[in-house]
């Protein structure tokens, strides 16, 4: 018999470190050498087949990619809420995202809730001769700091660019999400809100590429600005406050000299993506 089970894993880390890269590379196997920073909350999915003890599992992981900004400190709150897993990342050409993980990232993800996996992910490891030196001294000192705790964590170097141990890292988390989901007296309910978050998340991705068609441009940060200003709850997005920050937005894209019929036109596309009310 084959068991579906749906599981949400959450990519953190400082802004560069290689967050996106990591995704694109698991789910798609691409990479992109040029830098877009992300907007809000990337969401993804994909499907892994694991024999554990006889039976076999398809999880369907649900890969959430998170903005860095400490702007977007309520979209990181909602990215760990329900989280199964989390991969931590920092980028082994620098020294202050690797601090950050310890300062920083490991503390939030450990206070925000319980019993959850943790993979801790050096990433560029392409752009390194010899990175074993510094990969061990880092873990060890990670060792040192969480004691037991971080024994049962995945540690791993990898590169998003040429694709070394990406795919194992994000496989061995999720075994271990599964084996400790299906382990018993656990169950193994698909994580809530995925559904609300896509399509809100899915939403505003088709906002951002038809912006950079209508503006010749990759340009996130008037969505990012049209966001602050509303009042639009990306946790339960509602009708009216998705229409107000289409009108904020639109304000925006006059005050840059679109012309106001064509921004009509693309305003009422947009307000068909967010169906749900
Ligand atoms: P994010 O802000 O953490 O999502 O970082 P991105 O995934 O957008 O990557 C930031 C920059 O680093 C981009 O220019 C990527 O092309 C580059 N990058 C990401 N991963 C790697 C890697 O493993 N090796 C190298 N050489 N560059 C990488
Ligand atoms: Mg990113």
């Known amino acids: 018999m084959m068991r579906q089970i749906a599981k949400k894993v959450a990519i953190l880390g400082d802004m560069r470190v290689g967050k996106t ?37 398809v999880l369907t992981l649900y890969v959430w990619d998170v903005m860095g900004g400490s702007n ?9 809420e329900n989280v199964d897993g989390a991969m931590i990342v920092g980028d082994l050409t620098n020294s ?14 450990t206070e925000s809730s319980g019993n959850k996996e943790i993979a801790l992910i050096l990433n560029k490891l392409d752009l390194l001769g010899d990175a074993l030196g510094l990969y061990t001294e880092f873990i060890s000192s990670i060792r040192t700091e969480w004691g037991e705790l971080a024994d049962e964590w995945v540690a791993m170097a990898t590169s998003a660019k040429s694709g070394e141990n990406v795919e194992r890292a994000f496989y061995d988390i999720a075994r271990k999400i599964l084996v400790s989901s299906v382990a018993p007296g656990n169950d193994s309910t698909a994580p809530e809100g995925v559904q609300d978050y896509g399509s809100i998340g899915g939403a505003i991705r088709k906002i951002s590429s038809d912006l950079e068609f209508l503006l010749g441009r990759r ?59």
């Open 21 to 57: 890269s990591l995704m694109n590379r698991f789910i798609s196997n691409t990479f992109e050498e040029s830098y877009f920073s992300t907007l809000g909350i990337n969401i993804s999915k994909k499907k892994l087949n694991y024999s554990i003890s006889g039976e076999d599992f």
């Open 72 to 80: 977007f400190q309520e979209v990181r709150r909602l990215a760990f």
């Open 96 to 109: 202050a995202s690797l601090k950050s993980i310890t300062d920083f990232w490991l503390p939030s993800i």
């Open 219 to 277: 340009d996130n940060a008037v969505i990012e600005e049209s966001l602050k200003a509303s009042t639009l709850d990306v946790r339960n997005p509602l009708r009216e406050e998705f229409d107000e920050f289409l009108k904020i937005l639109a304000n925006h894209l006059e005050s840059m000299g679109i012309e106001e019929q064509k921004a009509n036109g693309y305003l009422e596309k947009w307000s068909r993506l967010l169906l749900a009310t």
